[in-house]
């Protein structure tokens, strides 16, 4: 009696559980969250492909943009060019017929032009028998001056008498000088044969003994500015205009002497 009570209130377990006999396990509950995790995460993800596409036709319609752009510049330049082209040709024949008619009357009307009028020295009895020597004989440059000519020399002497300045033209015989003195045309070197084979360099000897220009002009005492001013011969045909060459520059000797 006391034994089949004990039995009966024992409590059996059962071998096969209900999960089991259903074909439903702990494993199938993992692998279900697992693909519920993988879904969210994948949701998540940056959509790369579609950023790639959306890049690629932005691109391409950027690119399309810009030739055409291209396009359009180019052909307006070509436009402008093409309308600007008969005003060039215009304005080209109408330079030449104005030169073709121009330069013959600036022709005819330099023909016409009255010559330069000579200097005049001043008229004066100085002399200069006896001498002190104010400076020796040194080279002095003539350079270009603003009008494309020698640029005129000047130097102020004050003195209670008159004083000699003495003028070689050296190097190569091409060179003459006019001296004015306050404003006044006192003279020149002498006249001379336009040579440019010529060169005598600074022998003073040997450029008298060939031809060269030179000559001494008394200036009267007191203040005087005096001015040394080229007067050459080597100028281009029917102008003042001096042919320089290959160096800028024309040399001649001067010494300056106080009369006594």
């Known amino acids: 009696m006391s034994t089949e009570t004990k039995d009966t209130k024992e409590t059996k377990a059962c071998p096969v559980t209900f999960s089991s006999f259903f074909g439903y396990s ?4 993992k692998d ?8 969210i995460t994948s949701s998540r993800r940056f959509p790369w492909k579609a950023f790639s596409g959306l890049a690629l036709v932005t691109i391409a319609v950027l690119l399309s943009v810009l030739l055409t752009g291209l396009v359009i510049i180019n052909y307006i330049s070509l ?3 093409l309308t600007k082209l008969p005003f060039k040709i215009v304005g080209g024949v109408l330079s030449i017929i104005a030169k073709v008619i121009v330069w013959p009357i600036g022709l005819i ?6 010559a330069p009028k000579p200097l005049i020295p001043e008229t004066n009895t100085l002399s200069c028998l006896n001498s002190m020597e104010l400076q020796g004989w040194e080279v002095l440059n003539l350079l270009p001056g603003s009008d494309g ?3 005129t020399v000047k130097y102020t002497l004050n003195s209670p008498t008159p004083h000699a300045l003495s ?3 050296i190097d190569y015989r091409d060179t003459r000088i006019d001296v004015l003195s306050n404003g006044k045309y006192y003279g020149s070197t002498s006249d001379f044969a336009l040579n440019k084979t010529e060169f005598c ?12 220009s030179t000559g001494t002009v008394v200036i009267p005492g007191g203040k005087q500015n005096v001015e040394l001013t080229w007067s050459g011969k080597d100028v281009f045909p029917g102008t003042d205009k001096i042919v320089w060459g290959s160096e800028r520059k024309r040399r001649v000797m001067w010494k300056k002497e106080l009369c006594i």
Not at 26 to 29: A, E, H, P, V
Not at 32 to 39: H, I, L, R, S, Y
């Open 32 to 39: 279900a969250k697992d693909a519920k995790d993988a879904k």
């Open 201 to 212: 360099g600074e022998d003073l000897n040997k450029c008298l003994a060939q031809g060269f």
């Open 149 to 151: 000519n020698p640029a």
């Open 167 to 169: 003028i070689v033209d």
């Open 109 to 114: 009307l330099s023909l016409f032009k009255s």
């Open 79 to 81: 436009l402008w060019t």
């Open 26 to 29: 702990k494993k199938d509950d």
